[in-house]
């Protein structure tokens, strides 16, 4: 399975809120970097898990992919994702060893 095929597995993962699937995309050192109003790190899988497992909480909304770009390796692949209520967010996601080891993630709106 390609890094964009993994990556695609991982969102609909998320959509489901399938988190034993989903975490299994995730290095447990990775590095998730949320800029919005705010700029926020996150260090390691539990962090992560913890924090996007509480985004969700009671929150039905579902993302698409609209736009992508990978690397010539596909290590480097970069996103712009909208929700149903039509937020943006450009997302970076960098591979290692066919796992996601950092996520950049800027909310446009």
Known sequence: MTNIEKLWAFFE???QRNWATYQTFLADDIVWTLEGQEKHIFRGKATYLEKIKAAYKDEDTRFSCIYHQAS????RIVTILQNDLGQLSCDIFEFKDGLIVKE???LLQ
């Open 72 to 75: 010539s390796g596909q290590e």
């Open 104 to 106: 950049w993630e800027y």
């Open 13 to 15: 993962a998320e959509n």
